[in-house]
């Protein structure tokens, strides 16, 4: 009973400002808190004058919120798809290539298929993909990127952010992965991450380290939350590093499965939490596999 009565206090706390108690009704429309879900508010005002009262509690609440949205498991690996045979992209780069013409990411068994199709037809060089003809000169693969980059395309610009750091341009990196990060892209949140921590083009900044790092793990990124679990795992968090390194697992990252089989000998990991992270990581592996793709591998190692 006292369960339902608290439940009815929290839904009719929702329907009235938290400040002034004025309810929701016709014209007067409640706002969220907005760093939490606990309480509402009918102006800035009223939220301005409420906040020593709420602060304790909005603060705790944001840092459930932000673990919850941490700890989920992503639907898949900020690689996404090739989008020819539509099979998760394998997190090894090496075995797939960037088309500088439509910024998609081709996997070497697709781009393989291709080849060998337009050999045996005598064909133009074209793109798996878009099917534009393939550049013959590095000038000609520059323009092409700047014109995804000109249209604000998220991928262009963390290519061309990364040729620029490799020039030693790192302010106009930072730039760039920042422009690409609030476009809500992975790799340019986790690049982020590295230049604030080696404070490259930009002050070296824990707070915005560890930030990028999350939303890049958030995003799908498995190396980045493999580096968060390492993180947490210096500061004595084994909880949530173990939480992390199974989650990056799960989307088949390596060093994460080795670092848990290590956790596990060291009694941190139970047998039940490794052995279904070790079938989840297979799974991942499992599903990037294909003949096609393993054909091109093949071809690649004559």
Same mark, same amino acid.
């Given at each position: 009973?006292?369960?339902?009565?608290?439940?009815?206090?929290?839904?009719? !706390?929702?329907?009235?400002?938290?400040?002034?108690?004025?309810?929701?009704?016709?014209?007067?429309?409640?706002?969220?808190?907005?760093?939490?879900?606990?309480?509402?508010?009918?102006?800035?005002?009223?939220?301005?004058?409420?906040?020593?009262?709420?602060?304790?509690?909005?603060?705790?609440?944001?840092?459930?919120?932000?673990?919850?949205?941490?700890?989920?498991?992503?639907?898949?690996?900020?690689?996404?798809?090739?989008?020819?045979?539509?099979?998760?992209?394998?997190?090894?780069?090496?075995?797939?290539?960037?088309?500088?013409?439509?910024?998609?990411?081709?996997?070497?068994?697709?781009?393989?298929?291709?080849?060998?199709?337009?050999?045996?037809?005598?064909?133009?060089?074209? /793109?798996?993909? /878009?099917?534009?003809?393939?550049?013959?000169?590095?000038?000609? /693969? !520059?323009?092409?990127?700047?014109?995804?980059?000109?249209?604000?395309?998220?991928?262009?610009?963390?290519?061309?952010?990364? !040729?620029?750091?490799?020039?030693?341009?790192?302010?106009?990196?930072?730039?760039?992965?920042?422009?690409?990060?609030?476009?809500?892209?992975?790799?340019?949140?986790?690049?982020?991450?590295?230049?604030?921590?080696?404070?490259?083009?930009?002050?070296?900044?824990?707070?915005?380290?560890?930030?990028?790092?999350?939303?890049?793990?958030?995003?799908?990124?498995?190396?980045?939350?493999?580096?968060?679990? /390492?993180?947490?795992?210096?500061?004595?968090?084994?909880?949530?590093?173990?939480?992390?390194?199974?989650?990056?697992?799960?989307?088949?990252?390596?060093?994460?499965?080795?670092?848990?089989?290590?956790?596990?000998?060291?009694?941190?990991?139970?047998?039940?939490?490794?052995?279904?992270?070790?079938?989840?990581?297979?799974?991942?592996?499992?599903?990037?596999?294909?003949?096609?793709?393993?054909?091109?591998?093949?071809?690649?190692?004559?």
């Amino acid at each position: 009973m006292s369960s339902d009565n608290d439940e009815a206090d929290d839904v009719l !706390k929702m329907m009235s400002c938290a400040s002034c108690g004025v309810a929701e009704v016709d014209e007067i429309k409640l706002k969220e808190c907005t760093n939490c879900d606990l309480v509402r508010y009918c102006s800035v005002a009223c939220q301005r004058d409420h906040i020593s009262k709420h602060l304790r509690d909005c603060k705790k609440r944001a840092a459930e919120l932000r673990d919850e949205q941490l700890f989920k498991q992503p639907e898949s690996t900020y690689l996404g798809d090739c989008p020819i045979c539509m099979m998760p992209l394998q997190l090894d780069l090496s075995k797939s290539t960037l088309q500088t013409c439509c910024s998609k990411v081709i996997c070497n068994g697709c781009a393989h298929a291709n080849y060998l199709r337009e050999e045996e037809g005598m064909l133009q060089k074209i /793109c798996p993909f /878009c099917r534009k003809p393939i550049p013959d000169t590095a000038e000609e /693969c !520059k323009q092409q990127m700047m014109k995804r980059v000109e249209a604000n395309d998220p991928v262009a610009m963390t290519q061309w952010g990364s !040729k620029q750091y490799d020039n030693g341009d790192y302010s106009s990196a930072f730039e760039w992965y920042t422009k690409a990060a609030e476009l809500g892209y992975a790799e340019a949140h986790s690049q982020l991450s590295i230049l604030y921590h080696l404070g490259h083009g930009v002050e070296k900044h824990e707070g915005k380290e560890i930030h990028h790092r999350e939303e890049a793990a958030i995003g799908g990124h498995p190396d980045a939350r493999y580096i968060l679990g /390492c993180d947490e795992g210096k500061n004595g968090n084994t909880e949530k590093a173990v939480k992390h390194w199974i989650i990056a697992a799960t989307q088949g990252d390596n060093d994460s499965i080795k670092t848990l089989m290590d956790e596990f000998r060291s009694g941190t990991v139970s047998k039940d939490d490794l052995a279904a992270a070790l079938r989840a990581h297979q799974a991942a592996v499992d599903a990037t596999k294909s003949p096609q793709r393993e054909a091109a591998e093949r071809n690649y190692r004559k």
